[in-house]
């Protein structure tokens, strides 16, 4: 058997082809996947960047203010422990 597609005739070869084309709905979601994938690439190679500096930035304001308190104690506490301990 055989079939008709844009007035030209078919075997039963290209017929058989044609039945495993994606339906309409699939053709309609693949080119929207191809139409955003330009804008989705470049929107996370922006964001990527930013996020780390500002993991960065995060981390190292983090790491100031634990440093200067730790020293502050330290110091305070032998200080602070030694003149009591001669005073007494």
């Known amino acids: ?3 008709v597609m844009d007035g030209q005739a ?3 070869a290209e017929v058989t082809k044609v039945s495993k084309w994606p339906s ?6 693949i080119l929207a996947g191809q139409i955003m ?6 929107a996370s190679q922006l964001i990527g960047p930013g996020g780390k ?3 960065q930035i995060k981390k190292l ?5 634990a440093g200067d308190g730790e020293g502050g104690s330290e110091t305070d506490g ?3 422990g030694e003149p ?3 005073t007494s």
């Open 1 to 3: 058997r055989g079939g």
């Open 10 to 12: 078919m075997d039963a």
């Open 24 to 29: 309409r709905d699939e053709q309609l979601s």
């Open 37 to 42: 994938s330009p804008g989705s690439k470049l």
């Open 53 to 55: 500096l500002a993991s």
């Open 61 to 65: 304001a983090g790491d100031g203010e």
């Open 78 to 80: 032998e200080t602070g």
């Open 84 to 86: 009591a301990a001669e």
